[in-house]
């Protein structure tokens, strides 16, 4: 019997560990400062803030928090 062929662009199923503390649970927006679900520890920004054309644009937050080159 021929193996299996995957579809082009199909991943396999990898299971992967989580890190100990890199849970699900409500968390503070870095950006305005609301509380929202995250689904770990990497999601650090809400939704609405990500939403925004200045996320999108990458426009600082304040005046004069640029990054410096």
């Known amino acids: 019997m021929p193996d299996k062929v995957v579809a082009e662009g199909a991943m396999p199923d990898i299971a992967t560990e989580r890190a100990p503390r890199d849970v699900p649970q409500e968390r503070h927006c870095l950006r305005c400062e609301a509380s929202f679900w995250s689904e770990g520890f990497g999601e650090r920004v809400c939704r609405r803030c990500k939403g925004s054309n200045a996320w999108r644009n ?12």
């Open 58 to 69: 990458a426009v600082p937050v304040a005046p004069g928090s640029s990054r410096r080159r």
